[in-house]
C-alpha cells in the first residue's frame, strides 16, 4: 500500500522495520555532503540486498537539495553540476548516441517534469545526420522524445520507446519521470539516478510497464524526482505514528480508504507549477553538462 | 487553524460541536433535491446566526454536484443551468452592468478557476459602447477582469478592483474564486453562490483584503468551488479523528506542524488541470446563462 | 519556388497556365455544395494526372468552409460532420484499428494542429487491451501520438511513426498536419482529406520525409489545414500580377528574395490562436464522428 | 495606410519623401554603435519636427539587435544591459515607485510580449508594504498589470490602467506594447524605448486609446518591439517598389485590398513563439537591471 520510488525511501523502512541502523546484506552505501548538497549512493550488488530493499540490482544516487524555492540561480547551476557529474559517473563508457525520453503527462503539471525537461535539452542527433558540417563529429548524437500517457494516447510509454529505439538504436536511453515519494519533505527536493531502469508502478502516473534493458535491449539510466505524495501514504504514515501498532492491518486499510476516500488525491506544494518549470531546467542543464561538458 | 470558505462546512462543524441536529439561531436553511443536484440555501439573517457560523450575514447557497469525471456534456449542461438559476435569484433585480472578476493566478493551476472563467464569458461592455448598432440596447453590459495576485502583481486585487469600480460603474460584481475546502470530497464538487461577498483569507491564494460591497460600493456576489484541502486541515481532522479528545491543543498543533511541516502543501486531485477547465466552463456557462437568457 | 499543399491549388495553377478550362487527362474532378460547404473531390487517376498536377496518384477531397471567425456551435458541428462523411468515404472497408497521427509543433501556434486535434480524439485502444469489460469489443481500436518535430525531437517523424506502427500495427493511419497554402483565403477555410499520404516538403514545419503507405506498410489517409501561406509564394503572386511577365525568371527570383529577405516569414491571420483551436475540435469531432457513429 | 509605431521608420519614409539626407527641423538625431547594437536617439523638440514625424514631441530610443535566432546567452545579456542603460537615462529621476504595465493579449502569441514581460519582472512593492523588513527600504516599488485587450475584457486598458493609477500612485509608469513596423527586417530585432507614452492606434491590437502623462497624470514610458508587419504594409511597399509612381492612390489602394483581402492578415516569423519567449526575458532583464541595479 506505501508507495514510494526512492531507494533511499526503502532502506530507511527496511531499516525501521527491523530496528537496523545501517548496514543492509547486498547493500553498500556511500554518503557525501558538499556545498548544501547530500549525495548517497546506494549500490544493491546482491539478490538479497534487491529483497530487502524491494528495489532490482543497480546502483540509486539520491541528491538532496534544500528547498526550492530558497534557490538562488547559482544555487541552480551547482546543482545541475552535481547532477551532470553523478549521472557522467553512471554512464561509465561515455556513449556515442543518448535517446532521451520523458515520461508523464505534459498537461498534468505534477506529471510533466519529463515532458519539460525534453524541452531544454541540446538536441544533437539531426544535426549530425542532416547538417554535419555545422558540428564537431565527435560529438554525442542526441535525440529526444515525450511520447505522452497510456490515458492520452492509448499506447503503452514502453511499446513507443521500443519501436522508436529499434530505429534509432542509442547506446543508451536516460529515462525522466516525476515519483511518488513517502514524505512530504522529499517533495521537490530529492533527484534519484539509477542504471536499474524504471519499473512498473513507479511515477505520478501510475505506468503498468517497465523501461529496462531486458524490455528496450539498451541500457536505461532513470532520472526521477517526486513531485507529489499520495494522500493515501500520507494518511498511513499519520494512522502510524499516533496509533502505533495498536490497530489491526484490516482496521487500519478500512480506516485509510475512508479518510481518503480512493486513491486519486495527492499531496502536492501549493507552487508546484513554478517549481516544475525550475527543476526541469536545473535536470535538463544537468543532463547537458553531462553530456557536452 | 481550520480553514473552510463554505458556509455549509462552517454549518457542520457547529453542528458537530454542539450535537445539534439542525436548526441554528439567526439561520435559516432550504434543502432542495433535482437531478442529481443536491441544493442548500443557508441564509444568515441575523448577527446570531453570523457569529454561529462566522460567516457574514447574507446567503449562501451550495450547489452539490456528482464527482467531475464523470460528467457527461449533458450533466455538465444541467449543472450550469442550475448554476445560472440559482445566480439569478441572488441578484435580485436584474442588474444594468456586470463586472465579473476573475480571482487567483492563472499559472497556478488549483488557483486558475477564476481568470478561467474570465475567458470563457460573453462580453458586451465595448461592443455597447463601440458599435451600439450590432447588439440589442437593452443586452446587460458585461465586462471582465483578472486582476492578478498580490506575489506577482504588488497589488492587492481589492485595489485593482476598486480602481476599476470607480472607472467602469458597474451595477453589481461578480467574484469567482478557488476555494480551500475542509474535506476532500468537497473538492471539485460544490459550488457556493453567495451575496456576501469574498472575505480576507478566502480562496487557495489566501487573499489578505476583502471584496465586499462596504469595500467596492456596490453588491458583491461571490462563486466560489473548492479546489483544494490545506495539508493542515487534513491531518487536523485525521487527528482528531484517531485521538478524539485525548490530546491537549498544544499538543495536536505541535504534531500538527510536524507532520505537514508548514503549510505550504495542499492536497488536491490528481487530474486537478482537466478538471478545472471542464468546472471553468461549466460555471462560465452559468454565467452567461444567468445574464442573457 | 511556389509551395502549395493543396490538389485544388496546383489544379488551379496547371489550368491557369494552360488556360484551359476544366478537364485534365488522368484527372477526374465532382463538385458538390451544401450547407454553406463547398465540397471538391479530386481523383488523380492515372500517371498522367499525376505528373500534370504534381501529385501522386490518389483522392483528394477537399473542403471549403465559410470565414472561421463567423462561425457558430452549429455551423462547426456541421463541418464536422461533413469531414466525418468524406473520411467515412475514403476509408473504404471500416478499419479495426487506427493510429492517428497528430504532425507539427504543438509549441509554434501555426504549426500546432496535429497535436491539438489528438488531444481532443477518443482513444479507446487502452481500454480494449486493459479492460475490455468497459467497452463493447466490437469498438474500433484507436490510438494517437504526436511525434513532435525534427528540431526538437532530433528524429524524423516518419522514422517515429514507423517504429510505432511496427509495435501498433493499426489497419490504417490517420496524419493531420497544418499546410502552407497558395492563396490567403485559403488559411483556415480549406480541409483536405487524402488517401496519398503526406509528402516531402509538406506542412507548416517543411517535414523533410513522407508519410505514406510505402514507408510504413498500411494505408495513410491525410487531413491538412492550411494555416499559413509563405511570404515568398504572396510576394511571388503580387509580383506576377504587377509584372505578369515583363521579368525574367532570374530576376524575379532576386527581387522576391530581397523583399522577403529570406524564407522565414509566414502570412498568418491575426487571431491565428484563437483559430486553431477552433479548427483542432472541428477535425477532432469529424475523426470521432466518422470512426464511432 | 502605411502603419508603423517606430519613430525611426517615420524618420526613413520622411526623408525619403523629401529626398533628403538626414537633418530634419525640430528634430535631433544621435547614432552609436557597440558590441553589434545600434542605438539611434530620435529627439523630437519642436512642434515642427513632431509634424515632420508624426509624432508626439519627446525622445525616441532605438536599439537594433542582431537577428534573434543567433542570439547566445551571453548576447542575450549584453542588450539587456543597454536596454537598461537607456531606461535609466531616459528616466531622468530616479523614480520611488513604478507601475509597469503589459499591454496586449497574453493568449494571441504575436501581441503577449507585454504580459510576458510582467511576467518576468521583480516586483517589490508588497515586500515593502507587508513585510518591510524583508527588504533594505530604499529599494524602488515596483507593482505590475498585464490589463488584457477590450475584446476580451470589455474594458479600454486604458480606463483600467488609470483607475489602478489612482490607486496606487506610482512616479512613473512603464507600458510594454508589441507593434507593427513596416519593414520584415525590423520583426524582433527592433527595440524603442521612448518617453513620449503610448498613442492610439498603435501595438499589434490597435489600441483605441493612448497611454499618456496627459490621460493618466504622470509620465508614461513605452518599451515596444515590432513583432508583425501588417499584410497591407507589405504589399503596398512591394507595389511602390514594382510600379514607383505609375498608378493613381485610387488604384493602388484598390489593387491592395484585393491582393490583402482585408486587413486581418500580419506576416511574421514562423518561430514566433519561441522568440517571444526569448525577448520578454530579455526586456524584462533590462527593465529589472535598470531599476535596481
Chains 1, 2, 3, 4 share one sequence.
Not at 539478490?47 to 540490482?57: C, I, M
Not at 536505461?220 to 490497530?247: F, K, S
Request: charged residues 30%; negative net charge; hydrophobic residues 40%.
Amino acid at each position: 500500500m506505501i508507495r514510494t520510488d526512492l531507494a533511499i525511501e526503502n532502506r530507511e523502512i527496511y531499516n525501521k522495520a527491523r530496528r537496523l541502523e545501517d548496514k543492509i546484506p547486498g547493500v553498500d552505501v556511500e554518503e557525501e555532503e558538499k556545498n548544501n548538497i547530500k549525495i548517497t549512493r546506494v549500490i544493491i550488488n546482491a539478490e538479497e540486498g534487491a529483497e530487502a530493499l524491494n528495489k532490482p540490482v543497480g546502483k540509486y544516487v539520491t541528491l538532496e537539495i534544500p528547498d526550492n524555492d530558497q534557490l538562488t540561480t547559482e544555487h541552480e547551476h551547482n546543482i545541475s553540476l552535481n547532477i551532470g557529474r553523478e549521472l557522467k559517473a553512471i554512464l561509465d563508457n561515455k556513449p556515442k548516441s543518448i535517446l532521451v525520453v520523458g515520461l508523464g503527462n505534459e498537461k498534468i503539471t505534477a506529471d510533466s517534469l519529463g515532458p519539460n525537461v525534453v524541452d531544454n535539452l541540446d538536441i544533437t542527433r539531426h544535426i549530425l545526420q542532416f547538417a554535419p558540417e555545422e558540428i564537431d563529429p565527435n560529438t554525442t548524437s542526441v535525440c529526444a522524445i515525450s511520447p505522452g500517457v497510456l490515458g492520452t494516447t492509448g499506447i503503452e510509454s514502453s511499446e513507443i520507446i521500443k519501436g522508436i529505439v529499434e530505429k534509432v538504436k542509442p547506446d543508451v536511453v536516460i529515462a525522466i519521470d516525476a515519483l511518488a515519494a513517502r514524505r512530504i519533505e522529499r517533495i521537490n527536493t530529492t533527484v534519484q539516478i539509477s542504471n536499474a531502469g524504471i519499473h512498473p508502478g513507479s511515477g505520478v502516473g501510475n505506468r503498468r510497464k517497465g523501461l529496462t534493458k531486458e524490455e528496450l535491449g539498451v541500457p536505461v539510466i532513470a532520472i526521477g524526482i517526486p513531485t507529489v505524495v499520495d494522500a493515501t501514504t500520507i494518511t498511513n504514515d499519520i494512522v502510524d505514528r499516533l496509533l502505533q501498532d495498536n490497530i489491526s492491518e484490516d482496521d487500519k486499510s478500512k480506516l485509510i480508504t475512508e479518510l481518503t476516500k480512493d486513491n486519486n488525491y495527492v499531496v502536492t506544494p501549493k507552487d508546484i507549477d513554478d517549481v516544475i518549470i525550475s527543476l526541469s531546467n536545473i535536470v535538463a542543464e544537468g543532463i547537458n553538462t553531462a553530456i557536452f561538458d
